[in-house]
């Protein structure tokens, strides 16, 4: 069975420019979960989505959205990009997306210059 | 707000020996841990989990205690191998928080040959 899928692997882009990162969950997950690590760190928890609602939002700002579409994969969206947003964005899902374990895709890495 | 720790940043391990990873959390109302291992440019990938109701769990090669009194947990890898090098992250889940995971600053362990 396949796992977590991300798209694109690593990107490159420039202050002020907008990103789009994509994550199909595993086959049978309902829940996408985003995750932003910074390099050095643990994951910080960005988004949930389940059944294509937003769950849960961790403190980002609003330059960060996402959404879940009905096949359940989900597209993470950042707007005026920073330096600082430069990380390695991770997908994690899970079936039910309430108390279950949460499995991690390969992520992207995110480079802004 | 919240945060889970670790007490070793670094951890150096003779291969074959036992490996013991150490995470202190400090949200009391945390009810569900969870150990991933994350290999360098790889996702997060789930070890063991352990819930609030419970000390100590096995898995293959590891075991998870939980003491809730002292807020602390721990991850032993008996036999550690080569391909155990890694960094180590625990996470935890608040039951109010959703699916929210909140992850530690991460143990490099280092198996020497």
């Known amino acids: 069975d396949a796992g977590v899928t991300q798209s694109p692997t690593h990107l490159i882009k420039t202050r002020g420019q907008q990103v789009t990162l994509r994550c199909s969950p595993i086959s049978g997950h309902k829940s996408v979960s985003w995750y932003q690590q910074v390099l050095g760190q643990g994951p910080q928890f960005i988004f949930q989505?389940?059944?294509?609602?937003?769950?849960g939002r961790g403190n980002f700002p609003d330059r960060f959205s996402a959404r879940q579409f009905p096949n359940y994969s989900s597209e993470l969206n950042v707007n005026a990009l920073l330096l600082g947003d430069s990380a390695l964005y991770l997908c994690?899902?899970?079936?039910?997306?309430?108390?279950?374990?949460?499995?991690f895709g390969p992520g992207t890495r995110l480079t802004v210059l | 707000g919240e945060n889970v720790g670790l007490h070793l940043p670094t951890l150096s391990v003779q291969e074959g020996d036992n490996s013991i990873i150490n995470c202190a959390y400090s949200n009391s109302a945390s009810d569900y841990f969870i150990w991933y291992k994350q290999e360098s440019g790889k996702g997060p990938q789930f070890i063991i989990d352990i819930r609030s109701n419970m000390d100590k769990r096995q898995g293959q090669r590891v075991t998870v205690l939980l003491n809730k009194t002292v807020k602390h947990l721990s991850l032993q890898i008996a036999a550690t191998q080569p391909g155990d090098s890694a960094v180590y992250f625990c996470a935890e889940k608040d039951k109010a928080a959703g699916n929210k995971l909140t992850f530690g600053g991460g143990t490099r362990v280092l198996v020497k040959p």
């Open positions: 989505y389940y059944e294509k609602e937003e769950r």
């Open positions: 994690a899902s899970s079936s039910s997306g309430i108390r279950d374990t949460q499995y």
